[in-house]
């Protein structure tokens, strides 16, 4: 499987993710400048390309580094995450977000717990976007409606005195 | 509920009454009704008086034992004393008089310290053991009521608040800078450790108990209760209707909170909790209460239309507060809450609050309120999200309405951008999501243009205060929304809520009693399954459903919330007092805590309209207040 590993997260943690999932698999791992410097010396890092982003954190300067990747296909992004929440990911999502990828959304916490996504491609993207938003509007604008039943329940209620 | 305080000369001089006198006066407030001194060789242990239980003279303290071994000075309430008396009395013990003080002494006296697992209440009390020359300390399970020490070479003290230790030792009155990061940082008051606002005043632990030896001069601390889901579940759910289980430690935890000689009022906000303990006591045992309300002219702080539901619902009789009309500027009673509280006032809120008891306390010495609920059964939007994720990973497609309705929904805390990034993509897909998450940065981006780049503490602030670890109360469950109620419980929340409450309260003289902290409750709700406390899109669930017939139709189909709300932001705006808290908050710089260049972005984006800062500026104004009041000038360099 080709991978592509992106990690907003410390050096260890990226070290901890890569030796899991390093067999087998070709793997391009893109981190900060700082991390990078450390992964690239060491030994963990076997085959794998590192792709180092200039700046302390993901997006913080221009992702010209991340070109040459946009004509690569990979089958899924492995998103490595500094706490044990899946939280932080925002700027790691923007920076992949040109990428072509297989539909699998990896999210790897700094306990080593993994949540798959699987993500459609292609029409199914596009579909997917549709019925979403689809089903958004639908949610916010039966909403007041819903408040209204709800309203004249609650007034109906209090008229019997319950 | 009382004050207490005392002291012991580790070099064993002889303790000073005046000097004792002069702690216990500084918590005065606490306990109007009486005041007690004892000094023995060099042990001190005085006492104020709020008469709730027994009021007559036989309820003084310090309260020595029929046998004159052992003397008390207590704070607090054991709200199950009959049925402790009752036990004791058949062991063969004899009771000279009506209080729960008297239960803890023989309590000790029969059980050791496995008394402490057999109270349910709340306390912190001293008890001196003149036979084995040792202390007694203690202090309840949730630290509803405080307990301060001061551990120095030569003396040891204690008090319910640091004023008193102040009061005898002046040259203790030194901020602790680690809880003013803290408190700049994050809003976080005290209470989530040991710390106090004082550098050398520390709080005596929750569910610990204390042996002071004054043979060896030595405090050793161990703990009497620690949470235990796995056991909790095997006593309070195993073969159990949960439900069933939950009305019945409800009604009696309501019940034996109604135990007073004096009248009981409650204080109804008009939400969940605090409408279901009205009913209780009205449809369960028969209590018609006073119920003290706060409400706004301004209808979107206003819950009055709630209030007025239970009340009709009820048959209660209602008080209604209006915090905003304003009788003492806002400056002074800023000040007026730091000096309760011994530090900075937590939030602009306290002040509704302070107000809400201000009144009560001039009506009813005892007021029943719902804290504990929402962090117990997941009132909060942090909880919500920790269950949309439940609901996400599991729910298939079709059910992503109800999980969608969840997250629209107007009365929700929960807002789209809160959720992490693996639950939005799985709930509304990636490409959704990551536009939405476009929107909300460039929102930011707009909102924090005022003051990017600009340093959140001066460079010498930054380098006195390392990094501070974040706390934590350890794994003790794999259910991350039973993990999010137990941190909630022991640091984030209750803690500081309580150190709020009883700041508040206390300073009127009143007592508050939580029905929803009753630890038979807590052991229930950290072992119930997460689904009973949110489902669908109901949170809170269980009080709901088991509290059925205490509330309205209205209040129980309710899913906003607001606490305590007060207008800050416009405060700072409209006020008459805009000018004198604008020098307050500019001379805040002076401290050298925060860059000037800071603190007036932040105030020009505010006072503009571009951000509403209303939160960091409030705490630079109360922290700039308590510390006038310090032996501190500003930090070096």
């Known amino acids: 499987m080709k991978l592509l590993i992106c990690a907003q997260a410390q050096a260890e943690i990226v070290l901890k993710c890569l030796r899991e999932f390093q067999q087998g698999n070709d793997i391009t791992v893109v981190v900060p400048s700082d991390v990078g410097r450390v992964l690239k010396e060491s030994e963990d890092i076997g085959s794998a390309e590192l792709i180092r982003l200039k700046g302390k954190r993901f997006c913080d300067d221009s992702i010209a580094e991340l070109e040459p990747l946009k004509n690569e296909q990979f089958d899924a992004a492995v998103m490595v995450s500094e706490g044990p929440a899946f939280v932080g990911f925002d700027k790691v999502i923007e920076t992949i977000d040109g990428l072509r990828f297989n539909g699998t959304l990896i999210f790897y916490n700094s306990i080593g717990h993994r949540e798959v996504i699987y993500v459609p491609n292609g029409v199914g993207r596009i579909l997917e976007r549709c019925a979403v938003r689809l089903l958004y509007g639908f949610c916010s604008m039966i909403r007041p409606i819903e408040l209204f039943v709800e309203r004249i329940y609650i007034q109906c209620a209090e008229l019997l005195g319950l | 509920m009382c004050g207490i305080a005392g002291f012991i000369n580790k070099n064993g001089e002889d303790a000073d009454v005046q000097k004792l006198k002069r702690m216990t006066d500084a918590v005065a407030h606490r306990g109007p009704d009486a005041e007690g001194q004892l000094c023995e060789g060099n042990v001190a242990l005085g006492h104020r008086r709020l008469s709730i239980i027994d009021l007559s003279e036989d309820g003084r303290q310090p309260m020595e034992s029929t046998d004159g071994r052992f003397v008390i000075t207590f704070n607090g309430e054991i709200y199950n004393y009959k049925e402790l008396k009752e036990e004791l009395s058949a062991c063969g013990a004899v009771f000279a008089n009506d209080t729960d003080t008297e239960v803890i002494i023989e309590a000790y006296r029969r059980w050791g310290v496995d008394c402490l697992e057999r109270f349910n209440g709340m306390w912190a009390f001293v008890m001196f053991d003149r036979s084995q020359q040792e202390l007694f300390i203690s202090r309840d399970r949730f630290a509803v009521k405080p307990l301060y020490i001061l551990d120095r070479k030569d003396l040891f003290m204690f008090a319910s608040e640091p004023k008193a230790i102040i009061a005898a030792e002046s040259e203790e009155n030194i901020p602790d800078l680690v809880q003013v990061y ?4 994050s809003g976080i008051p005290e209470d989530i450790d040991e710390r106090s606002w004082y550098e050398n005043i520390k709080q005596f632990p929750a569910a610990f108990y204390g042996i002071y030896s004054l043979k060896t001069n030595s405090l050793q601390v161990n703990p009497y209760w620690q949470p235990d889901v796995e056991q909790f579940k095997k006593k309070w759910i195993d073969g159990r209707d949960p439900i069933a289980t939950f009305k019945e430690l409800f009604d009696d935890a309501v019940k034996i909170r109604l135990r007073a000689d004096v009248e009981v009022g409650t204080c109804l ?13 009205k449809k369960r045992h028969g209590v018609t209460m006073r119920t003290f309300s706060s409400c706004y002219e301004d209808k979107s702080c206003d819950e009055k239309d709630f209030i007025d539901s239970v009340n009709r619902f009820t048959g209660s009789k209602p008080v209604p507060i209006f915090p ?8 002074e009673a800023f000040q007026e809450i730091n000096k309760n509280h011994d530090g900075p006032a937590g939030g602009a809120s306290l002040y509704s609050q302070y107000r809400v008891f201000e009144r009560v306390g001039q009506q009813v010495k005892v007021v029943l309120d719902g804290q504990g609920a929402d962090e117990l059964f997941c009132g909060y939007g942090g909880a919500l999200k920790l269950a949309l994720r439940r609901q996400a990973k599991t729910a298939s497609r079709a059910s992503m309405v109800k999980i969608l309705q969840n997250v629209i929904s107007e009365n929700s805390f929960l807002d789209i951008s809160q959720l992490s990034t693996e639950l939005g993509i799985r709930v509304l897909g990636i490409d959704f999501y990551t536009d939405w998450v476009r929107r909300v940065k460039k929102e930011k981006a707009e909102r924090n243009a005022q003051w990017r780049g600009r340093l959140p503490f001066t460079k010498s602030f930054s380098a006195l205060i390392q990094d501070q670890p974040t706390l934590s109360v350890g794994r003790q469950s794999d259910d991350e929304i039973t993990q999010w109620c137990l941190n909630s419980l022991l640091i984030t929340f209750i803690p500081h809520l309580c150190h709020n409450e009883d700041g508040n309260s206390m300073n009127f003289s009143v007592e508050v009693r939580m029905p929803f902290l009753d630890y038979r409750i807590v052991e229930f709700a950290l072992a119930l399954d997460s ?40 405060w700072l705006k409209e006020s008459e007092e805009k000018d004198e808290f604008r020098e307050i908050i500019f001379s805040f710089a002076e401290r050298n805590m925060v860059p000037l260049e800071t603190i007036e972005a932040r105030y020009t984006a505010h006072m503009s309209g571009k951000a509403n800062t209303e939160l960091i500026l409030f705490r630079y104004l109360v922290l700039e207040l308590w510390l006038r009041t310090c032996n501190f000038d500003k930090i070096p360099g």
């Open chain 2, 324 to 331: 905003d009309e304003k009788l003492v500027p806002f400056v």
């Open chain 2, 269 to 281: 906000s008009g939400g969940l909790d605090s409408s279901a303990i009205v009913g209780c006591c």
């Open chain 2, 531 to 570: 689904s009973y406390k949110v489902k669908g899109i109901w949170q809170k669930w269980i009080v709901r459903k088991a509290l059925r017939e205490y509330l309205p139709v209205k209040v129980r189909r309710r899913r906003s919330k607001m606490g305590y709300p007060a207008p800050f932001f416009r």
């Open chain 2, 182 to 185: 803290r408190f700049l940082k």
